[in-house]
C-alpha cells in the first residue's frame, strides 16, 4: 500500500514556525533589602533575553499590541529576619496592582513567633498591552514578626506575545 497515494495535502500551513515576538526575560540572584510591610517595586539586575529592547529600569513595555504571557518570581530571604509572616508578590501595570495577578503567603498567627522563614512566589497570567504606552512591573511586600532587613532574593521577570488579536 502506498500511502502518499492516499492522503493529497495541499494548500499552505499557516503559524507554523511562531516565534512569540516580543519576549524578555530578566532576572537577579542577589537580594533585595525592602522596607518591613511596604510594597516595593523589585528589581532586576540580569536582562537574560529582550528580543526587541523593551525592558529598562526594571520595567517591560512591548511595542506590539496584544496578549502577553507574563511570569514572575520571587524567593523570601530570611537570613535577616526572623519568622517572616506575610507576603505578597503583585504585576503592576501602568503603575497600578493587577488585582488578578498576586500571589500571598500568611503563614501562622501575626502575633506569635511561629512561621515560616522563606517564601517562593510564582505568578502567572496573561495580560493585554496596547503597544504604545501600556507597561508591566513586578512589586513584593514582606512583613515579618520579628527582626529587620526583609528581602527579596533570587527573582526572575519575563512575558512573551501570544496573541496579536
Known sequence: INLADNFAFTGT?????????????ASTTGLQAIS????TKLTFGTEN????????SDRWTP???????????????PSNYNNGRDS???FYKNGSAESSYFSNFMVGNLTTSTGSTAITHNLAGIITFNGSSDYLEV?????CHSGSGAQFGKKLFG??????T
Open 13 to 25: 500551513v499557516s503559524g507554523a514556525g511562531e516565534k512569540n515576538l516580543p519576549y524578555f526575560e
Open 36 to 39: 518591613q510591610n511596604t510594597i
Open 49 to 56: 533575553q529582550d528580543s526587541a529592547g523593551n525592558f529598562a
Open 63 to 77: 511595542q506590539i499590541a496584544g496578549k502577553y504571557f507574563c511570569y514572575a518570581r520571587a524567593t523570601t530571604d
Open 88 to 90: 505578597d508578590l503583585k
Open 139 to 143: 512589586y513584593g511586600r514582606l512583613f
Open 159 to 164: 512575558a512573551f506575545l501570544v496573541s496579536t
